[in-house]
């Protein structure tokens, strides 16, 4: 019992942000969709060509053999006992179901991905130990990699820089909404500190927010994830692409 009660005070302490440092060797890697072929050929030779064909990721290996400087984060989103009662914030969220052989535990975590240069995915993964909902989560955020605007949208800089968002954009996750506003360098993230690992991925480091039923941390992040994929969906004249300087 105490080295159980020992293994689960390591995992706690484990740090919020890493880095994929694991190295992926292409050589060994048998793709198994027709998407895969092609980038394994050396027909599609980058991440933006799949991400603008439409065509939908079903292979994480297609990430890792495009993308070389991708790094994660974890995204706290559970809730642990303090020292003296009070709660403070895990990167597990666990739940139990009572049977008639006991409490059976089920984690979840929640990783975010970036390149810091726009490229921006989130997953969710759920597994009986926690080391398997990690994996999954980090599959699942690579399943659900997209590209993002950036550019300077505020009023009161215009400076032609990608360090903020060009335009207002809103997200929403069951009740739980997210908006998003330009603002000029200097400004930083004004938002909670979790949200913000995703935007510092993506390579914002200004904007406002205005979020509304933010109770659930998941629903937030993925509110947040939301609005940040609508920035791509909305078409801009070329007069504004350049006043904006979008990236």
Known sequence: ?????????????????????????????????????????GEIKSILDVLQSGKKILEPEIVDFL??????????????????????RSIWRQTQKKTREGNKPKFATLIAIGNRDGLIGAGLGKSKETMPAREKALRNAKLSLIKIKRGCGSWSCYCKKPHSIPFTVTGKC???????????KGTGLMMDSEPQKILRLAGITDIYSDAKNTTTKINMVYALFNALKKLSDIKVSEEFHKKAGIV
Do not use: Y
């Open 1 to 41: 019992m105490k080295e159980v009660l020992e293994e689960i005070k390591v995992i706690e302490e484990v740090p919020e942000g890493i880095k994929l440092t694991r190295e992926f060797d292409k050589e060994k890697w048998i793709p198994k969709t027709e998407l895969g072929k092609k980038i394994k050929t």
């Open 67 to 88: 993308v070389a400087n991708l790094e994660s984060e974890i995204v706290a989103i559970g809730q642990s006992k303090g020292k003296f009662g009070g709660g403070k």
């Open 174 to 184: 069951s009740s739980t909404t997210v908006k998003l506003m330009p603002a000029p």
